[in-house]
């Protein structure tokens, strides 16, 4: 049985940092892409960042480049995703996913359908 498992996320003042975990278990880690997504009160699931299985490939949607760092150790099946710089409106449930199907290509990211596997979210809230 596969499992994304999040890990890391809080409340935090503007400007402040937080990192986000996740790992994956039940799956061989370096062959999936993967991705993390957010979700505030009524509005779409969207996708933050994003990373090829090897590593040599990412992606960031344009409000959080400069700010977040998405990363993974293939050896301990985890994906990070560094955020700083945090603003309010940063602040929403944030999920990890792994995408199994599509190596060893990187396409169709930015879509959550692409994904086959999630996490069950962790909620970031950033304060003014």
């Known amino acids: 049985q596969v499992q994304l498992v999040e890990s890391g996320g809080g409340l935090v003042q503007a400007g402040g940092s937080l990192r986000l975990s996740c790992a994956l278990s039940?799956?061989?880690?370096?062959?999936?892409?993967l991705g993390w997504f957010r979700q505030a009160p009524g509005k779409e699931r969207d996708l933050v960042a994003a990373i090829k299985y090897k590593g040599d490939n990412i992606y960031y949607t344009d409000s959080v480049k400069g700010r977040f760092t998405i990363s993974r150790d293939n050896p301990k099946n985890t994906v990070y995703l560094h955020m700083s710089r945090l603003k309010p409106e940063d602040t929403a449930g944030y999920y990890c996913?792994?995408?199994?199907?599509?190596?060893?290509?990187?396409?169709?990211?930015?879509?959550?359908?692409?994904?086959?596997?999630w996490g069950q979210g962790t909620q970031v809230t950033v304060s003014s």
């Open positions: 996913a792994a995408d199994s199907r599509s190596w060893p290509h990187f396409e169709g990211i930015s879509s959550a359908a692409k994904y086959n596997y």
């Open positions: 039940g799956r061989t880690f370096s062959t999936v892409n």
